[in-house]
């Protein structure tokens, strides 16, 4: 079956770090391209950072700085490392993927989510 | 930076067709994908280049792009239906962007 599942989501003070994890099955992390969407609490969805095929990584500019983006093919997972965390980066963080033809074609899209995890900011 | 605006809510009878848009800058020379979001669910895609449909999506889901707005139209609405709506595109100076989310309900 084809998945994402995160973790390592939960409560972290303002200024501290967070690791998220998304671990793939179905698929291997390096033949897509993968992101990390957000959502705030009653709020849309936020496109926060994408990984490609390549290894090339963009980032949102609200995020630009603090955080990064990496995989692990061993493990088959994506990663996010969470730094200098602010209270505006409570939201739900999905792991999301890409088929590679929506970026060949300039166009990308997401055809597969994960279930997201929730990440909190507060002291 | 590129801007999608959707209207925060749209409301329909069992039955009938809900349309919801999204208007961007000549978002016609764009391709504009369509997310569905139950509550405490993550979105699913229900419409990718400007009108294609996943497998296992109905038919009664599809989607144009014209001009200045694109259009996700629902006919034959469901319960099952009412949720929040996203469009979604790609430009080159804001990478991914998201619509702010429509909520359809259902009567």
């Known amino acids: 079956e084809v998945l994402l599942v995160e973790s390592g989501g939960g409560l972290v003070q303002p200024g501290g770090s967070l690791r998220l994890s998304c671990a793939a099955s179905?698929?291997?992390?390096?033949?897509?391209?993968l992101s990390w969407v957000r959502q705030a609490p009653g709020k849309g969805l936020e496109w926060v950072s994408v990984?490609?095929?390549?290894?090339?990584?963009y980032f949102a500019d609200s995020v630009k700085g603090r955080f990064t983006i990496s995989r692990d093919s061993s493990q088959n997972t994506l990663f996010l490392q969470m730094n200098s965390l602010r209270a505006e980066d409570t939201a739900v963080y999905f792991c999301?993927?890409?088929?590679?033809?929506?970026?060949?074609?300039?166009?990308?899209?997401?055809?597969?989510w994960g279930q997201g995890a929730l990440v909190t900011v507060s002291s | 930076s590129y801007v999608l605006t959707q209207p925060p809510s749209v409301s329909v009878a069992p039955g009938k067709t809900a349309t919801i848009i999204c208007g961007g800058n000549?978002?016609?020379?764009?391709?504009v994908h369509w997310y569905q979001q139950k509550p405490g669910q993550a979105p699913v895609l229900v419409i990718y280049?400007?009108?294609d449909r996943p497998s296992g999506i109905p038919e009664r889901f599809s989607g144009s792009n014209s001009g200045n707005t694109a259009a996700l139209t629902i006919s034959r609405v469901e319960a099952g239906d009412e949720a929040d709506y996203y469009c979604?595109?790609?430009?080159?100076?804001?990478?991914?962007?998201f619509g702010g989310g429509t909520k359809l309900t259902v009567l």
């Open positions: 999301a993927r890409s088929p590679s033809g929506s970026y060949y074609l300039g166009n990308p899209y997401f055809d597969l």
């Open positions: 179905g698929f291997t992390v390096t033949s897509t391209y």
């Open positions: 990984v490609y095929t390549g290894g090339s990584t």
């Open positions: 000549n978002i016609g020379s764009k391709s």
């Open positions: 280049y400007n009108s």
């Open positions: 979604q595109v790609w430009d080159s100076s804001s990478a991914l962007v």
